[in-house]
């Protein structure tokens, strides 16, 4: 499997998930905006473990939504989260969406 993205947030495939299971579907909240990157279709759980969160997708596909971008469907299978970076002569940042 490909690493997938979806504005800011990067899917990127893992052997396994790890740590513990959190109860919502939101893989980031835009700093900006208040939008939200989050599973609206599918069985699916989400996971935290040392700030990092990890997906696993239990059905065929679950739908990753957003406000403001196309809706992805990501394949069953574990998934570790992350949020895109960019640098600027001050350092490194998080991009805001």
Known sequence: MQPIRQGD???VP??????QKIPHLTLAEGEVTGHKHRITEGN??????DSTLYLRV?????????E???AISIPQG????????????????????
């Open 9 to 11: 947030v990067i899917l």
């Open 44 to 49: 699916a759980e989400l996971y935290e473990k």
């Open 14 to 19: 893992v052997q396994q998930v790890e740590g």
């Open 68 to 70: 403001e971008h196309k």
């Open 78 to 97: 574990d998934w570790m989260v992350k949020i895109q970076r960019e640098y600027e002569p001050e350092g490194w940042r998080y991009v805001a969406d």
């Open 58 to 66: 239990f059905s065929e596909s679950a739908l990753l939504a957003h």
